[in-house]
């Protein structure tokens, strides 16, 4: 894992987000997603430096996975690493809103 998944995943595992079950490289649609959560169809994706040059090969993925039912946040690691709680916070509210809260 680079430092900014296992920077997320420290927050993420055991249910410590909203009680929510995550799980790290899971299969979704023929796919990898970095993090998903099953129950709210909630998929977490960190975006590295190699992603700037596939910028609508991930928008296509996205709208791929949303035609499917998945709520997608895609987050720079750069973002991850500089603003932890304000990826959090989001990803909190994500959830909240995905259980109906």
């Given amino acids: 894992m680079t430092e900014a998944e296992k920077r997320l995943w420290k927050h993420l595992r055991n249910r410590q987000m909203e009680g929510c079950k995550f799980r790290r490289q899971e299969p979704v649609q023929n796919r990898i997603a970095d993090f998903l959560c099953i129950e709210v169809k909630l998929i977490i994706e960190l975006d590295g ?32 690493l500089a603003n932890t709680d304000g990826m959090l916070h989001e990803i909190r509210r994500t959830l909240l809103i995905a259980k109906g809260e």
């Fill in 49 to 80: 430096g190699q992603h700037g040059e596939q910028i609508e090969a991930d928008a296509e993925r996205t709208r791929q996975l949303e035609a499917a039912g998945y709520t997608v946040l895609r987050f720079w690691s750069s973002d991850v």
